[in-house]
């Protein structure tokens, strides 16, 4: 499975990546609400850039206007049941049955004119054919609404980075 999401911006790459990395998890609606279901130690007060470099995310790589992070674990599950991984090597090699690991990307891609585009991009990656299965069913129920919430953190990060650059 594999979410993308893109927004451009009259705004330079470094403008962009600075607004993302500033975006709330309570300047969101819906998302909010979904991440603190999953997720309820997080507050609305919380970045997404924090959200992602902490338990249950793993942050496994990032540079200057792009990051990666990742998540092990039986998503679909209520008992939230995530692993604990500490860097890249650990996420690469996790392979526990009924679990899947999902890789997050978030990056910025200059243009010609002096805007700059924001993309997000998440995979998922069943370890074996269970976790195959209960994530096409996940998928059944979240996949509709995905296109609805995926972006909204994006919409707001180039919002802020145009009135910012105004």
Same mark, same amino acid.
């Given at each position: ?10 705004? %330079? ?11 709330? @998890? ?32 793993? @942050?496994?790589?990032? %540079?200057?206007? &792009? ?8 998503? &679909? ?16 090699? &996790? ?11 978030? &990056? ?34 979240? %996949?509709?609404?995905?296109? @609805?919430?995926?972006?909204?953190? @994006? ?9 910012? %650059?105004?």
């Amino acid at each position: 499975m594999r979410t993308h999401h893109r927004r451009s911006a009259a705004a %330079g790459p470094a403008a962009l990546w600075n607004a993302a990395r500033e975006v709330r @998890l309570g300047d969101t609606r819906t998302l909010a609400r979904l991440v603190r279901w999953r997720i309820p130690e997080v507050s609305d007060g919380q970045t997404f850039s924090e959200l992602f470099s902490h338990y249950p995310f793993t @942050l496994l790589e990032e %540079g200057d206007t &792009w990051s990666v992070s990742g998540l092990c674990g039986q998503i &679909w599950t209520p008992a939230r049941d995530y692993a604990r991984i500490s860097d890249a090597e650990q996420f690469r090699a &996790w392979d526990q049955r009924g679990t899947v690991r999902v890789l997050f990307a978030h &990056w910025i891609e200059p243009g010609d004119d002096g805007r700059a585009t924001l993309v997000s991009e998440a995979r998922v990656d069943p370890v074996d054919p269970t976790a195959r299965l209960r994530l096409r069913a996940l998928w059944t129920v979240v %996949g509709p609404f995905e296109r @609805l919430v995926g972006a909204e953190p @994006l919409t707001v990060a180039v919002q802020r980075a145009e009135a910012a %650059g105004a």
